[in-house]
């Protein structure tokens, strides 16, 4: 540009030309039967929507239905059995049923599993079919709406079967107890070593089961119960020899709440 001799524009040929612009085709897919349509931005553009409906959906649903919490992790409490999060409670009611459980809890835990999941890998190399339509593939259609049926089914049954609110208030101590002991008593031993600990609190303060604190039982009355169990307890929890089930019990008599 010079002074006096105007403003001249040259064109930059790497802008591409938007008015001769190609219409996108889908490729060639005619040996496949049924509609074909281009990847981009026709099927990328349902599936996004089809994706944001559900994603919608669920936010809804969480927030109308919030996840049923149950009380707080306590490492001290060895009687508590976990409930498996959502998406392996079909397995987990699984494992309730008498052909899947005690003796048989290989075949509820990897042989049903591990037969359901290879078969549903298998199902490609059964049926080599390039239709498209389901009604025209029975055996992939058929095993998986019979996998889809077992999982709501199982998953439902885990959880209409569950008492939540049992299980939110499980070995929740309903009292504060307070109590001065010696840690280093022959008692206290005995009482660290046993599995009464799991239940009755490091402190004898109680959790799954009531605090050892102030029982109006004697010596003979607390052997009797760690040997038959009472209400809840279960009896012959307690693995040590007699004599020392003895001499816990006569301890445990000696425990008064801190004034």
Known sequence: MHRGKGMKFVGDSRVPDLSNRKKNTPK????????TEAFWPDFLLKEWLVGAVFLVGYLVLTVAHPSPLERPADPADTGYIPVPDWYFLFLYQLLKYEFASGPFNIIGAIV???LAFG???LVPFLDTSKERSPWKRPLPTG???LAIASIIYLTWESVVNHDWEAAKAYGEIKEEVSVEFDETSEGYQLYQGSSCIGCHGNSFEGGIGLPLVGLEYTAEEIVEIAHEG???????TFTGTEEELQKLAEYITTLQPAE
């Open 112 to 114: 049903m599993p591990g």
């Open 119 to 121: 078969a549903l890998l």
């Open 143 to 145: 095993f998986m709406l």
């Open 230 to 236: 009472k209400g809840g307890m279960p009896g012959g």
């Open 28 to 35: 060639d897919y005619s040996e496949y039967p049924g509609k």
